[in-house]
């Protein structure tokens, strides 16, 4: 399939697929920011809602991981805290997999304010009968911008159990199709889907923009 050929492959309610869930991770602790930088602005909106958005957009059902359920009850949404605590992003994506009603769920970050709607949408088109779809770029692997199935699980588990939480570990147990540079460009020529905020300043600069 070319770039930007879309099949429907996937069911469809109102434009949304309905049959992958959204996944927000939103459990970090901001350590670098200095406070919840989830709820801080790009042009007057936060960063939560700006990913929000897009996934909406694209997503019918659309969950939440936090374990600060109190400063997101605004945005009406299911939430889930950590089933394993203090495992980081693995965490998040162990949780989401055990709660949402679909096979296949798309994890993204909070403060990922730039989220590309058509990228998503190919990379949904991508999934087939793999296991996870995973962007790559300049070799790294972009671990929060990706589709996971429950059949990750047992494998997440494992993981889990042997104290190793960095999630790309588990990748070799599992079906995987990465998605290159080459590709993601044709969507998303600046990469600006991966951008993510870490620091206050990082933020000030795209502000200044």
């Known amino acids: 399939m070319e ?19 959204g996944v927000i991770l939103a459990g970090g602790k901001s350590s670098r920011f200095g406070k919840n930088k989830a709820l801080e602005k790009i042009d007057g909106v936060p960063l939560i809602e700006r990913v929000i958005r897009v996934m909406q957009s694209v997503f019918q059902h659309l969950i939440l991981v936090t374990n600060n359920p109190a400063e997101y009850s605004y945005l009406e949404l299911p939430m889930y805290g950590d089933l394993i605590n203090d495992l980081g ?3 998040g994506v162990y949780t989401a997999l055990t709660v949402i009603p679909n096979n296949t769920g798309f994890f993204v970050a909070c403060d990922m304010p730039f989220l590309n709607r058509d990228l998503i949408l190919h990379m949904v088109e991508a999934l087939d ?16 911008h990706t589709l996971y199935s429950k059949r990750c699980l047992p494998s997440i588990r494992r993981l889990i159990d042997l104290r ?17 540079e080459s590709r993601i460009r044709y969507f998303d020529p600046e990469l600006k889907s991966f951008i993510n905020i870490n620091k206050p300043q990082e933020l000030r600069r795209i502000n200044k923009r």
């Open 3 to 21: 770039p930007g050929q879309r099949q429907n492959k996937f069911s469809f309610s109102e434009h949304r697929i309905k049959d992958i869930s």
């Open 89 to 91: 992003p693995l965490g």
């Open 129 to 144: 009968d793999f296991d996870a779809i995973v962007p790559r770029i300049s070799g790294e692997l972009e671990t929060l």
């Open 164 to 180: 190793k939480y960095q999630i790309g570990m588990f990748f070799p147990e599992v079906s995987v199709c990465y998605i290159d």
